[in-house]
């Protein structure tokens, strides 16, 4: 079945980088783009970034542009999301989902919580 | 900035009907979707494109649109159907997604 896995959350300090993983399965991963989306502990969904099937754009919210860098490797089924210069409010549970036609998100992985404290 | 605006809470009792809007000023409207969200779980989507639902959800679940206002419709609401709902649409490129901040349906 259509399978999003996410890994690679944790406790980090203020300043430090994580990167998360998002193992695809149960579809062609190649022909779908990618996002992230996160949530705040009690609060609602934040879209976070977005890459296009081949890798070829890639698309950041304000609040993570420029500390950000989302990836993927088609050959491993693998989205990635590396984050640098954590900050308190990166705090959240952090998803991935498959991208349809550039417009919604249809299937999502259960989420890494990412923790960001001292 | 592109902004989405739905009530925080809606409460209705089971088997009555329950609707929850998303409203923006941003013009030319995009397409809204719904994701409805249960407590530890990750968002299911219920309705795409302001008014199709997605094979395995149920016929109570509709969506309309009117004007710059779309409205999630659960008709004859059960007690499963408690949970926190999202909208989601784009800005006007299409390519930046925005939720709005999510209602809470209560089933009393």
């Known amino acids: 079945q259509v399978q999003l896995v996410e890994s690679g959350g944790g406790v980090v300090q203020p300043g430090r980088s994580l990167r998360l993983s998002c193992a695809a399965s149960g579809f062609t991963f190649r022909n779908h783009g990618m996002h992230w989306v996160r949530q705040a502990p009690g609060k609602g969904l934040e879209w976070v970034t977005v890459?296009?099937?081949?890798?070829?754009?890639?698309y950041y919210a304000d609040s993570v542009k420029g500390r950000s860098t989302i990836s993927r490797d088609n050959s491993r089924n693998t989205l990635y999301l590396q984050m640098n210069d954590l900050r308190a409010e990166d705090t959240a549970v952090y998803y991935c989902?498959?991208?349809?036609?550039?417009?919604?998100?249809?299937?999502w992985g259960q989420g890494t919580t990412v923790t960001v404290s001292s | 900035s592109y902004e989405l605006t739905q009530p925080p809470s809606v409460s209705v009792s089971p088997g009555q009907t329950a609707r929850i809007t998303c409203s923006t000023d941003a013009l030319p409207k995009q397409y809204a979707y719904w994701y409805q969200q249960k407590p530890g779980q990750a968002p299911v989507l219920v309705i795409k494109?302001?008014?199709e639902r997605p094979s395995g959800i149920p016929e109570r679940f509709s969506g309309s649109s009117s004007g710059t206002t779309v409205t999630l419709t659960i008709s004859g609401v059960q007690a499963e159907d408690e949970a926190d709902y999202y909208c989601?649409?784009?800005?006007?490129?299409?390519?930046?997604?925005?939720f709005g901040g999510g209602t809470k349906l209560t089933v009393l």
């Open positions: 890459i296009w099937y081949d890798g070829s754009n890639k």
């Open positions: 989601q649409s784009a800005d006007s490129s299409g390519i930046y997604k925005v």
């Open positions: 989902a498959r991208d349809r036609e550039a417009l919604y998100m249809d299937v």
């Open positions: 494109k302001d008014i």
